[in-house]
């Protein structure tokens, strides 16, 4: 029972002395049942308390430990060093552990080594300082940390072998990739060589359908073409021995004229025989020269009109007056006499023949435009093909090589040809070429 002193001063109890018998009791009690080891040590390394905590830690009963050195706790080699440890603080006060917490070894009494945390701290008395160690048993936790471990280490050892099963794998379907990218390739490889030779095959089939077109056509032409001069020059040729009188010369006259004119026709289809076999061998060649455009249009214009028919006329419209080219004048001559005479020979009596030249930016220009019969729509995407008849043209003398030769020389001097046609009504060509040419781009 505590008693206290009242005011009329009766005696009470000593409340210091109840308190600090209170507060040692409290110390005491978590002293005893403190989780974590407790162990005090003098300043000789000698130990003072234990809790039971701290004695069970180590394997010992508490009775066993008071009294005795706390190196016995330590293994080698800290057992020997800690003696030095205790001097060196003493002498110098540098403390290595003392209010710094660390991990450590501890030795327990059947030898077994174990890892704890060690916080050690310093309380000074009034004559003398002692050390509390406190005890943090870190067995579990390293067991934790070492299985821990041990299953990073598997399952690392689980991932290399899966990554290498799946690199395998991997490789595998890269090998089988590249057999089938091979495959393929070799398949490609041989779908476009077939495809070639198909395209090559399909070529030569067509060179030889062009080819026998080209000889049928050729046949035809020819055997009209020739059979009429030929016919024409033989029936003059016997007509000519009947007139041997003198008074029958007009008659001879009549008839020298048609084997003339025969004769010319001929030698003109064998001319265009001569320039394509000549084309086709690369032996004409460009022979520029300076040309006066008045004097070779006048010079064609004379000559075209020995060709009219009767009634016909040329319109001609020259804006190149004074004007001088560099080209070939026989080339170009000979492209304008074509156009020229084909639009004579195509357009019936009466009518007009409309030739107009111009030259604009370095280019000479010039337009055939005729009243003729026209070219069937389904026949103008053939008709600079050798040897090519429109189908209204077939009564017509000619050899189907014109305008086949014409574009020939277009290319030769690196111009151009364009038309339009409206059957039975007219057709109308515009050609340009260079004013100066260069041989060395146009040469062949």
Known sequence: MCHFKDRQGGMKANSHEISRSD???????????????????????????????????????VEELIGKKVNILMPLPYSKEHDGYMKNYHETGVAKIIGIGREVVGLKKNGEVFPFWLSVSKVVLEERCIYTGFIHDLTQIKQAEKKL????????????????????????????????????????FTENLLRKKEAELTESLNKEKELGELKSRFVSMASHEFRTPLSTILSSVALLSRYTESDQQSSRDKHLAKIKTAVNHLTGILNDFL?????????????????????????????????????????????????TLFNDPKIIKNIFLNLLSNAIKYSKEGSEIFWSVDAQNGKLYFEVRDQGIGIPEEDQKYLFDRFF????????????????????????????ITFKSVYGTGTTFNVEIPMNLNISENET
């Open 275 to 323: 320039s394509i076999s000549k084309f086709d061998e690369g032996k004409i060649r460009a022979n520029p020269e300076a040309i006066n455009t008045d004097d070779m249009v006048k010079e064609i214009y004379e000559e075209m009109k020995a060709l009219l028919k009767p009634g016909q006329v040329i319109n001609l419209n020259n804006r190149t007056s004074g004007l």
């Open 149 to 188: 471990q041990t299953m990073n280490d598997e399952l690392e050892d689980l991932v290399m072998e899966r990554t290498y099963e799946l690199e395998r794998v991997v490789n595998k379907l890269l090998d089988l990739n590249k057999r089938f990218e091979d495959e393929i390739r070799a398949h490609i």
């Open 389 to 416: 008849r429109a189908s209204n043209a077939t009564n017509i003398e000619g050899t189907g090589l014109g305008l086949n030769i014409v574009k020939k020389y277009l290319e030769l001097l690196g111009g151009h």
């Open 23 to 61: 507060l040692t009791l409290r110390l005491k009690t978590v002293f005893e049942s403190a989780v974590d080891g407790i162990i005090i040590i003098d300043e000789q390394g000698s130990m003072e308390e234990v809790n039971p905590a701290g004695a069970r830690m180590f394997g010992y009963e």
